[in-house]
Each structure stands twice: as structure tokens, then as C-alpha cells.
């Protein structure tokens, strides 16, 4: 992996050594409204970054920004040590990073199966190949591979969010951003996902993970932000976020 130059704490602590992500001095309005106001975070390989904050403090509109989603008024997202600040979101996908959106982005009419081979576009597989990498899919995901000819949008919500993070993985990314995936979610499922997680940074991937059910979100991250009022307030290790009833009740209650 190239080695890049270490990224600077947003509020002073130590820097992340060699980023795989790093956002400086965010800023993104939506209309007349300065959502995000100066964000800067990062992302090491290998490591699960958690994003937390109230409702409205412009988490999603973070990731969003991140992935050029909204354009942005100044600022840089830099990714494996290149610069996408202006780059379109197609080729930030192309360059290894993956994106679960909130709303999971199911292509209603299409069934488990295709909505798969989405994921895979990019890749320009063979017939031979694509059909490797689903059946890979339905062994690490057997709930989807007993559906792979249902119609998507059918499936409960946990099951629609494993085939939005399945997906995601199709394209074997460097980093996944996961926007609320446990919402909706029956708490079953939710603690299924979370080992579905750790399994990813285990296997190398970064994550950075927004996520309302904050003790979720700091038991399997290794560092958090803390967002309010599109300001980072606060970054650290997720233990140490995890033990300060202080902040979260200030700053994460919805």
C-alpha cells in the first residue's frame, strides 16, 4: 500500500499514521444552509471508524460528501494517497471505495440476484466469473442465497441491508462506508452484522461507519468522531468515548 503522509487529528490529538482516508477542512451546504462546517477525519487500514452524533448533525451528509455525492465548497477527500477532491463518484467506487447508503438503494422489479450483479458491473466479469462471485455471496450470506431469485424489495429490512453490504463487497473494496446500517434492524440481525464487521477488518478493510445505536457503533470501532451541528466536537478512542457518559448523553442522544 503506498505510504501517505500522517493525517492531523481533528481536534489535536495524535495523527493516523500512513490514512487510507483522509478528509481535511470539509465544508458543504445544502442550498442556503453550511451543513458540514470544516470536517476533517481519517481512516487507517484496516480500521473501523465510527462517525457518531445526533440526528441531523451531518453525518450522512459526510459520507455523502465523501463519496461526491454533494459538491462540495472547499475541503479535500484524499483515498489510498490520491486526491478524488474533484473527481466523480463512479471513480471514486473504481478506486476501491464502497458505499452502503441509508436508504440501501434496492432496485425495486429486480430480484436478489441481479440486484447483486450490480455490484459487479464495474468489475466487467465473465459469465463464469460473475457466477462465482454470487455463489461466494450465498455461502457467506446463506439468508440471500435461499432468495437469489426473489424479488428484492420483498425481503425484510435486515435482509435487505445484508444484500446492500453484500453488494458492497462485490467489488472488493478498500474501505466500505456504512450509513445506519442497523437501522430497522431486529437485534438478531444486528449482532450478526456486527460480527460481519469485525470479519471485514480482520480481512484487511476499513470501515467507516455511521451508526445512531452509539454503544453499537463504539464496542466494535477501534476510534470515533463525534459530530454536532456539522462541527467535529470530539475524536478518540472508542473506549474511552464508550466510558465518558458526559459526552454521549450530550452529543449522541437522539
Not at 24 to 34: E, F, I, S, T, V
Not at 76 to 95: K, M
Not at 114 to 135: D, P, S, T
Amino acid at each position: 500500500m503506498p505510504m501517505c503522509a500522517a493525517s492531523i487529528s481533528a481536534k489535536g490529538g495524535p495523527a493516523v499514521a500512513d490514512p487510507l482516508l483522509e478528509v481535511r477542512d470539509l465544508n458543504a451546504w445544502y442550498g442556503p444552509a453550511h451543513v458540514l462546517q470544516g470536517v476533517s477525519l481519517a481512516v487507517g487500514p484496516g480500521e473501523i471508524v465510527a462517525l457518531v452524533g445526533r440526528n441531523g448533525a451531518g453525518k450522512t451528509t459526510t459520507v455523502r460528501s465523501i463519496m461526491g455525492l454533494i459538491p462540495k465548497r472547499s475541503g479535500s477527500v484524499r483515498f489510498d494517497c490520491a486526491d478524488l477532491s474533484a473527481r466523480p463518484t463512479h471513480e471514486r467506487f473504481g478506486r476501491g471505495l464502497g458505499y452502503v447508503p441509508e436508504d440501501r438503494r434496492i432496485v425495486p422489479g429486480l430480484t436478489v440476484r441481479e440486484n447483486l450483479v450490480l455490484g459487479l458491473l464495474a468489475a466487467r466479469l465473465g459469465k463464469a466469473a460473475e457466477a462465482q462471485a454470487i455463489e461466494a455471496v450465498a455461502q457467506r450470506f446463506p439468508r440471500l442465497g435461499e432468495r437469489l431469485g426473489q424479488e428484492a424489495i420483498t425481503m425484510s429490512g435486515g435482509e435487505q441491508q445484508m444484500l446492500a453490504i453484500a453488494r458492497a463487497m462485490l467489488s472488493n473494496p478498500k474501505m466500505i462506508l456504512l450509513d445506519e446500517p442497523s437501522e430497522g434492524i431486529m437485534p438478531a440481525l444486528v449482532d450478526e452484522m456486527a460480527d460481519l464487521f469485525l470479519d471485514l477488518k480482520r480481512g484487511g478493510t476499513s470501515l467507516l461507519l455511521i451508526e445512531q445505536n452509539v454503544e453499537l457503533a463504539l464496542e466494535i470501532s477501534d476510534r470515533a468522531y463525534v459530530l454536532d451541528q456539522g462541527r467535529l466536537v470530539h475524536d478518540g478512542s472508542s473506549a474511552d468515548l464508550l466510558a465518558d457518559p458526559t459526552i454521549r448523553d450530550r452529543y449522541c442522544a437522539v
